[in-house]
């Protein structure tokens, strides 16, 4: 598999939440550190999305903003 995409996370499928119309996939890159993404559900069942299944994040983004309080 050859990207553009240059922020690029491996890890594990920790929880698969089917709707109606989208899906929200939980990978864990580490222990304790998890990223969210939404995409739609016939891409998650195209992919065959499961808990324990290793996947990538695919991070691209043309402004990243940082905040504190």
């Known amino acids: ?4 995409t240059r922020n690029t996370l491996k890890g594990t499928i920790k929880k698969v939440e089917l709707g109606a ?3 929200e996939i939980t990978l864990e890159i580490a222990p304790g550190v998890e990223v969210v993404s ?3 559900k016939s891409s998650a069942e195209r992919l065959s999305l499961t ?3 290793e996947a990538y994040a695919l991070i691209k ?9």
């Open 38 to 40: 939404v995409i739609t």
């Open 51 to 53: 808990e324990g299944k």
């Open 1 to 4: 598999m050859k990207l553009s």
């Open 21 to 23: 119309v989208n899906a």
């Open 61 to 69: 983004a043309t402004d990243v903003a940082i905040a504190v309080d």
